[in-house]
Structure formats: structure tokens, C-alpha cells
């Protein structure tokens, strides 16, 4: 059924479309992957990206307003200051939204972390190996048990996974590269392939110099991981506000940030500034949507710690809905209603949950819910968002024109 509409659009498409560009793309969907020469001036960028400034040969963060909610308090620790190799970031950044890396050439990391969807996919549970597309109408594929958590400032997660399964960046990487149910890689996949690609020959040794004359798997995770370190997000007007930009907030929003630092909603304690979250886990009784999702306690075996999910921050987080680990509250203030009721507590969570003690019924008013909507509102901050390439130099599609591709479909 589904098939029959695809061709019969294709077959539309060629017969009235008269745009050369177009068509070569839908032909390339149908055969599925013809290779497309990709440009020949392939070149690593030796500048920072956005949010970072160069010292010397390397990249470091540019703390413009977060240094001073360090000194007032806000922080209470010093946040990392790291080196990145800015030819190593852009290589990262091409393995990132390339298809290559993954078993049947379809399926890059950008398709579930897109650009689009605030480095998330807009999907209450992602959709793996054989989808076609990515975001909510991505179609077809195996579907995940979790939410993808959007990407901003992963530099500074202590644990990573919903339920922390890993510490670092590097180890987080080789779950959805070699998961049968995601990418469906393998190391040797992708040194083999990669090997044979005379841009990534290229870059490669641009990046790292003569130990990336062989393309390893342990490269190609440092690459990637190392563009991930780039995407940070601390220039909201929450954080103008919080360096004396009084005017950045509206009184609406203040009363918002109040309500959140308050006795009552608790919010801060768990989602402190300056990156909302403090890195641990809690149980506030999200349900599941089908099947049980144990939490932490699968990684330590504790039952205390029964259905806890990693405290995710909170920045861009109205640009990430749906929310939570399984991805079943709609809206920001479908967050907070399910919090103002007593979060698991008042929504029916399974019994054996320990829930944490800060969440509990609120009697939030109707305006305190409204302004503290619109104070989350207020830690939207894309500035620094990765540019989409155009082309990778695989010649693969990116998840781009499949944007353009869906676009097209539904302006039938
Ligand atoms: C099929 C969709 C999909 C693809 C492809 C995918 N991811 Fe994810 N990603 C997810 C989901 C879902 C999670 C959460 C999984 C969980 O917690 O069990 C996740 C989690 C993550 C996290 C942890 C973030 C955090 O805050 O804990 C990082 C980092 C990440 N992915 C990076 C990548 C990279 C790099 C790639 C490519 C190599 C990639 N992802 C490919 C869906 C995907
Ligand atoms: C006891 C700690 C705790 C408190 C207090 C708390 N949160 Fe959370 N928050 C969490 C945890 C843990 C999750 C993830 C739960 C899950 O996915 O099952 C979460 C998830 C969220 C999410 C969804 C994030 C995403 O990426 O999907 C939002 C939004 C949020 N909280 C806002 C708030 C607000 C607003 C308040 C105050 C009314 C608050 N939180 C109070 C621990 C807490």
C-alpha cells in the first residue's frame, strides 16, 4: 500500500517536474544508494565553531556569560575548560551526518540528533534500522524503547543514557554505531569502508596528522565524540538575565524563574543552573508507554533506585518536546501539570517506586504554571547550532534530502 503511493509520487514527480536537480534526487531514494561525486575541495575548517574561541592552535570554550554565575554562586564549581582540535571537530561533524557508519548506508547519527529538532528527533521513541526518513515522520523502522535525548552541552553529563549506562563519550558511541536494533555497524565495517574513501584518506590525515594514515574505528569515535564536545548552549537571554541584562527577562519569565528555584515546585533542586541538571539520578514516576523501563536499576541492581532516569538538563528544552525517557508528556505544560499533580505519585506510577520526596502535589495556580512555562522558554539557545553539510564525502544522501523529499510528498 504504502510502496504503491511512493511510485505513483515518483511517477508524478517525473512527469511534471521539470527541474533537473529534483528529479536526479528522488531517482537517487528509488535505487537507493547511488553514489553522488561529492565536491572535490573537501577541506577540514581550521576555525572554532560558534560558542568557541581559538587559543593558539585549539578551540576553548568561550565562557561569555556563564563565568558569572560561577562568581555569584549560581555554580559553586568550575566548570571543564577543554581543547579541542577544530580540524578534528568538522572531521567529526561529517561522520556525524554521514550514513556510511552504519550497516545498510542509511542511517547517520543527524537522523535522530537532527538540526531540526534541536539535535533530538521529535519522536516520543526514536525509530531505528529500516526507517525511511527521520523525525516524527520517519516511517517503517524498528522502534526504540527510549526518547533521543537532544545533544547540547553532552560535554557536561556525568552519565550518559537515560540510565547512565555510560560515562563518557567515547564508550556512549559504539551503542548506536554497533546495536543491531540502530546503526548496525561493526569496527570492521567501518574501517573497511571508510578506507576506501579517498576524502576520508584525506581529511583523516588533516585531522590527526600521520596516525590517521590508517583509518581506525578508535579515530572514528574520537572524531565524533570531539564534535559532539562542540555543541554547547549557554547564551539563552536566561543567561544574558543572569549577567545583568535585567531587561532580558520579562516579569512573566522572572516570576517563572521564581516558581522554579522555589520551596514549593523544587525545580532547581534537581535541574540547578547553570546546565539544569546536577548529573544524578532520581525517580519522579514517568509511566512507560508498553513495556516496564527499570532504570538505573538495571545497571546497578538496586531497587531503590527502581525506574530513576539521569536528571536531564533542561537547556533548549522547548525546542526537545516530547519529553521524558519514554517521551509520553506532549508539552512543556503537560511537564508541569504532571508535576503540579505529584508527578508518579498523582499519575498512577506502579507502587514499587520510590519516588523522590521533592516531588510531591504542588497546588501550583494556573498563572504560576503559565509563567513557568515561559521561563523554560527562556534557556532557548540554538547560536551555536553545527552546520548541515550539504554533502559527505561518502556521496551518500544526507538526512536533509529527505527532508526536502518529505517536504515535497506532503505538497503533493
Ligand atoms: C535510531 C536513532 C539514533 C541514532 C541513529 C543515534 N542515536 Fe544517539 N540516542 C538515541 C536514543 C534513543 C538515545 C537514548 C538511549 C537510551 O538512553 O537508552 C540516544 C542517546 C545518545 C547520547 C546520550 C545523550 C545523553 O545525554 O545521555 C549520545 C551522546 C548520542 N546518542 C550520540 C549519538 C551518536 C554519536 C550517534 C551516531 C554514532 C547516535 N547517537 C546515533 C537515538 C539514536
Ligand atoms: C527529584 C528531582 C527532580 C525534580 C525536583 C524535578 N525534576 Fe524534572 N526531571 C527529573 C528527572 C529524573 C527527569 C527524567 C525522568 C524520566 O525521563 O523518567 C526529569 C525530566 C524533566 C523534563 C523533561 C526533560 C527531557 O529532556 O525530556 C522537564 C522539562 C523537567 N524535568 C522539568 C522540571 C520542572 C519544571 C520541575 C519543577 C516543577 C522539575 N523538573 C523538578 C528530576 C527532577
Redesign the pocket.
Known sequence: MKYRFYFGFFAAVLLVCDCSKVESRIIQEVSEFEVVEPPSDFRLSSLCPSGWKQEKEYCVINYQYVNSLEKNGGLGQTLPQVKLDPQVIDLGRY??FDPI??GDKQ???????HPAYSLS?GRS?????D?KGYGPTRSG??I????????WN?IY?K????????SN?ED??E???YSP???GSSKEIIESRLNEIPFYQKMFRQAYGTKGKKISAPLV?DA??T??KSLVSFSSRFDKWSTGEKEALSPEELLGYNVFRSFVARCAECHPPPMFTNNVFATIGVLDRTERDYGRETITGQELLRGSF?V??LRNIAKTAPYM?SGNLETLEDVVNFYNEGGGRGNGAPSDLRIHWHVRKMGLNKNEITSLVAFLKTLNDEANMPKFPKSVPSGLPVALEFESYHHRSSIK
Open positions: 561522520l556525524f557508519l552504519s542511517l547517520s547519527c543527524a537522523h535522530c540528533h528527533d521513541q526514536s525509530m531505528g534500522k526507517g523502522g524498528v526504540l524503547k527510549r526518547s533521543a535525548p537532544s545533544l553532552v553529563m552519565n550518559l543514557f537515560w540510565e547512565g549506562r555510560a563519550l556512549q558511541a551503542g548506536p554505531l536494533e540502530e546503526m569515535i565524533i565524540s564534535f559532539e539521569r536531564p538538563t525517557h
